[in-house]
């Protein structure tokens, strides 16, 4: 069964720095691409960041994150992390941790229950 | 980036309704176009891929269709079950988008 849990998710201040982290489990990580989506209260979802399969060496991040958040991957830990700095109000969401499937086409098949990161002075 | 735009924002239906939403895309994206479901306090739940593909354990009385730029989600037959709020996201080009979402709520 695949299973996806985040962590790292709390409350900081504005222009503070917050890591999340995502274990895997369930399928061979390397194998897959994966991403984080995050959904301000009462909000819809954004897409935030995504790293490719294998050694990562392909990362995409929103307009909204490019130069604050950092994703990167330890396929020998099976686990993802989205690196976020500077952050502002407009940050605090549930962040989740997402896989890919059935690329090149691509849809995210499995989600994580997500963390809540709140920024607030 | 490429915009994704769904319609209505929100509809009341009833159980036993067929009921369609719409989801409209920027450029064109192919058949690159997935949907989710989320009901409140939960993580979305993959619905269809691809257009039309439907998702493992996904019931038939959801289906996709559409091309290029505008695209259907249908759910035949509403069940008491399927009343939550339903995104689109087009995997065409990074970032990968999401629409607003459409909230179904009973009537």
């Known amino acids: 069964e695949v299973q996806l849990v985040e962590s790292g998710g709390g409350s900081v201040q504005p222009g503070g720095s917050l890591r999340l982290s995502c274990s895997a489990s369930g399928f061979t990580f390397s194998d897959y691409s994966m991403h984080w989506v995050r959904q301000a209260p009462g909000k819809g979802l954004e897409f935030v960041s995504g790293?490719?399969?294998?050694?990562?060496?392909?990362?995409f991040y929103a307009a909204s994150v490019q130069g604050r958040f950092i994703i990167s991957r330890d396929n020998s830990k099976n686990t993802v992390y989205l690196q976020m700095s500077s952050l502002t109000t407009a940050d605090t969401a549930v962040y989740y941790c997402v896989k890919d499937d059935r690329c090149p086409a691509c849809y995210f098949d499995h989600w994580g229950r997500g963390t809540l990161v709140t920024v607030s002075s | 980036d490429i915009q994704m735009t769904q319609s209505p924002s929100s509809l009341s239906a009833s159980v036993g309704d067929r009921v369609s939403i719409t989801c409209r895309a920027s450029q064109s994206i192919s058949s690159y176009l997935n949907w989710y479901q989320q009901k409140p306090g939960q993580a979305p739940k993959p619905l269809i891929y691809g257009t039309s593909s439907l998702h493992s354990g996904v019931p038939s009385r959801f289906s996709g269709s559409g091309s290029g730029t505008d695209f259907t989600l249908t759910i035949s037959t509403l069940q008491p079950e399927d009343f939550a709020t339903y995104f689109c996201q087009q995997t065409y080009k990074m970032p990968w988008t999401l629409g607003q979402g459409t909230k179904v709520e009973i009537k």
């Open positions: 790293i490719s399969n294998k050694n990562g060496d392909s990362t």
